[in-house]
């Protein structure tokens, strides 16, 4: 895992890297930078002559990340018990949209200033997906760990089996374990055709027309909000289209003067909802047949901080 060398700027490097696979291990860029930290004040915390040992810095900056990752994988079963209501990953907005002034009101078009923000460097792909993410809530901490590293970032078994601290066989059947919660067999949606159906949502939501809102969600479709506790959302799913569409016409009645806008999240089509400029709720949504079923809204303020400088 990782280059060779032991360069300050070689070992500086591997941040970006450490960064995306942190995120993917734990759906939070706040536990992910923390994490990153940590195994960068390990590294600095070896004497230099053990540093100067160690022939591959990324490889052992990975191990490390990982190791940690997989304590607060352990611990989050705990954690998620005492959040209020569902937890859900956080959302990552695409830098590459309002670098060029892509969001917002369309006037600044300038890159924000300021140190950089871990979210910028996590590369959006499939493995990033609000979806894909959920899945990997379901998994157990070694299989998200052995999963993510092999299928992932495609580290083979024999490093794999360093961090969890089992055989190359055992890895090799925790990631086979995980890749049965995966489901592969569903042809993912064009982003075309998802970023259709999700403009119809917001048109329908922004007129208040329930008919409309009916018809593009599955009648079997699921909304999950995560407030944190922290501002007003349903604590528990929401399940029905028509439920869903009945409650997005009561938000939009109980919050005059909303704004939705058509943004990237997790590198797929969703909405982003904003009230006196402010970022209130980021939607991410999973659709079939030209229809939604399934919508994760993130309102904690903690997770929405990336989209307070996208915006």
């Not at 490889?59 to 937890?87: M, P």
Request: glycine content about 10%.
């Amino acid at each position: 895992m990782g280059s060779v060398g032991a360069g300050a700027d070689e070992v500086a490097g591997e941040r970006r890297q450490l960064i995306n696979v942190a995120y993917r291990l734990l759906g939070s860029v706040t536990e992910a930078e923390d994490a990153v930290q940590e195994a960068y004040a390990r590294w600095y915390g070896l004497p230099r002559s053990r540093r100067a040992e160690i022939l591959s810095p990324g490889a052992w900056l990975t191990t490390v990340t990982s190791r940690i990752c997989l304590d607060l994988l352990g611990s989050a079963r705990a954690r998620r018990e005492r959040y209020v209501g569902a937890w859900l990953p956080e959302p990552l907005p695409d830098r590459t949209e309002w670098d060029h002034g892509g969001y917002g009101d369309h006037t600044g078009g300038t890159a924000p200033t300021g140190p950089p923000d871990p979210a910028d460097q996590i590369v959006l792909d499939e493995s990033v997906a609000t979806a894909f993410l959920v899945v990997l809530e379901s998994m157990t901490p070694a299989e998200r760990v052995a999963f993510i590293l092999h299928d992932v970032f495609r580290y083979p078994f024999a490093e794999i089996a360093g961090v969890l601290g089992r055989t190359p066989a055992a890895c090799k059947q925790l990631a086979a374990s995980a890749r049965r919660r995966v489901d592969v067999a569903r042809a993912p949606v064009p982003a075309t055709g998802r970023a259709d159906v999700v403009r119809h949502v917001k048109e329908a939501w922004q007129t208040k027309d329930i008919a409309a809102l009916v018809g593009l969600l599955d009648p079997a479709a699921v909304m999950t909000a995560d407030g944190g506790g922290m501002v007003g959302t349903v604590l528990r799913p929401v399940e029905g289209g028509a439920r869903i569409a009945h409650y997005m016409i009561a938000i939009a009645d109980r919050a005059p003067g909303l704004e939705l806008l058509e943004r990237s999240v997790n590198g797929a089509p969703g909405l982003v909802a904003r009230r006196a400029g402010v970022v209130v709720t980021v939607a991410s949504f999973d659709v079939s047949d030209k229809r939604v079923t399934r919508i994760w809204a993130v309102r904690n303020p903690e997770k929405l901080r990336p989209w307070a400088r996208a915006i």
